[in-house]
T-cell receptor, first 115, second 109 residues
Framework: ETGVTQTPRHLVMGMTNKKSLKCEQHLGHNAMYWYKQSAKKPLELMFVYNFKEQTENNSVPSRFSPECPNSSHLFLHLHTLQPEDSALYLC??????????????FGPGTRLTVL | EDQVTQSPEALRLQEGESSSLNCSYTVSGLRGLFWYRQDPGKGPEFLFTLYSAGEEKEKERLKATLTKKESFLHITAPKPEDSATYLCAVSSGNTPLVFGKGTRLSVIA
């Protein structure tokens, strides 16, 4: 167990649905991240939160909306997604965002399929 | 723009056949290089962080080394349980990690 949990583990949704992914970390970290992992492509950073404040938005379409109510919880709200958004969505956390404390601990991911 | 290239894309080894995975990088001032292991259906698991050229770290059958242009992950006498995708990532300061596509390793008994 890595200390980072994600729910649900699998999600199938239609293009008109609204759903949310949840991430929780039990490591006492201050930074949390969302990544997208597609087949044959590198991990793509989506969002970074440090002390609940968003510090990175990597040109992500507005159909993905993050929320970080506190340092332990991170959500990704999804609406009107496209089939190409089907991927593994990974949540990570780190103690901080500087190079000496940004060792990231990954959750198990949510496998998302958009029909 | 920071870039990471991993090779080979896939590697098939016999049990006990040692080999190396490569991670070449282009960054504007490397601050840290990270290796992760990812099993199918799971999130990546942290292995090593290297901070400066010449640094080496070991964990069981794995040894990571770093030069100014690349890092190697050496696997000595691998076992089937070492089969996984190995990911390399770099940090050039207070920026999020940039990942490579990974090397998919299969170790056959």
């Amino acid at each position: 167990e890595t200390g980072v949990t994600q729910t649900p583990r699998h999600l199938v949704m239609g293009m008109t649905n609204k759903k949310s992914l949840k991430c929780e970390q039990h490591l006492g970290h201050n930074a949390m991240y969302w990544y997208k992992q597609s087949a044959k492509k590198p991990l793509e950073l989506m969002f970074v939160y440090n002390f609940k404040e968003q510090t990175e938005n990597n040109s992500v379409p507005s159909r993905f909306s993050p929320e970080c109510p506190n340092s332990s919880h991170l959500f990704l709200h999804l609406h009107t997604l496209q089939p190409e958004d089907s991927a593994l969505y990974l949540c990570t956390s780190s103690l901080g965002t500087s190079v000496r404390n940004n060792e990231q601990f990954f959750g198990p991911g949510t496998r998302l399929t958009v029909l | 723009e920071d870039q990471v290239t991993q090779s080979p894309e896939a590697l098939r080894l016999q049990e006990g056949e040692s080999s190396s995975l490569n991670c070449s990088y282009t960054v504007s001032g490397l601050r840290g290089l990270f290796w992760y292991r990812q099993d199918p259906g799971k999130g990546p698991e942290f292995l090593f962080t290297l901070y400066s050229a010449g640094e080496e770290k070991e964990k069981e059958r794995l040894k990571a080394t770093l030069t100014k242009k690349e890092s190697f992950l050496h696997i000595t006498a691998p076992k089937p349980e070492d089969s996984a995708t190995y990911l390399c990532a770099v940090s050039s300061g207070n920026t999020p990690l940039v990942f490579g596509k990974g090397t998919r390793l299969s170790v056959i008994a």
